[in-house]
T-cell receptor
């Protein structure tokens, strides 16, 4: 099976712009979670989608949003970019059938905001 | 919500020595505790996990222990090798539809 795929791998944007990141989960996985990784802050939870519905949301401002499509692919959007949004954005998929499942991570999208 | 504290933030050991990373969690309802390893420039990968119905789990050179009363769990790596050098993340979750909450990570360096 192909792993979790994230595109693009790298992005450079300027303050005020908006960005869309994409995540294709492992085939058959219905849950997609997004995390922001910054040096010293670890992995901070953004949101989780299951069957096109947002199941959980972390403590991020409303500029961060996401969605999931019927094929389980997910996108996250960040509007009005700020310098502090520079980070590695990781998505992770799991089957979604039970509550304590292994997460499979993608390689991430490295976002730089100038 | 859940809060996970991880210590130390950096750890250097000589090749062949043991390494221990400790985590504490706040939600007494948490019952699933995985550990992820992230090598430089790569994705995090699960290396071992433990559920609250057991106190210890081993897989070759790595082991995890759990103390539910004290709400802490630890990762033990024995006979460390250079390829063990990476950032290790602990995490915790309860049985509901809540997210996996991660610690801030420990950068382990194994010196040959």
């Amino acid at each position: 099976k192909a792993g979790v795929t994230q595109t693009p791998r790298y992005l450079i944007k300027t303050r005020g712009q908006q960005v869309t990141l994409s995540c294709s989960p492992i085939s058959g996985h219905r849950s997609v979670s997004w995390y922001q990784q910054t040096p010293g802050q670890g992995l901070q939870f953004l949101f989780e989608y299951f069957s096109e519905t947002q199941r959980n949301k972390g403590n991020f401002p409303g500029r961060f949003s996401g969605r999931q499509f019927s094929n389980s692919r997910s996108e996250m959007n960040v509007s009005t970019l700020e310098l502090g949004d520079s980070a590695l954005y990781l998505c992770a998929s799991s089957p979604g059938q039970s509550t304590n499942e292994k997460l499979f991570f993608g390689s991430g999208t490295q976002l730089s905001v100038l | 919500g859940e809060n996970v504290e991880q210590h130390p933030s950096t750890l250097s050991v000589q090749e062949g020595d043991s390494a221990v990373i400790k985590c504490t969690y706040s939600d007494s309802a948490s019952n699933y505790f995985p550990w992820y390893k992230q090598e430089l420039g790569k994705r995090p990968q699960l290396i071992i996990d433990i559920r609250s119905n057991v106190g210890e789990k081993k897989d070759q050179r790595i082991a995890v222990t759990l103390n539910k009363t004290a709400k802490h769990f630890s990762l033990h790596i024995t006979e460390t090798q250079p390829e063990d050098s990476a950032v290790y993340f602990c995490a915790a979750k309860n049985s509901g539809n809540t997210p996996l909450v991660f610690g801030k990570g420990t950068r382990l360096s194994v010196i040959a």
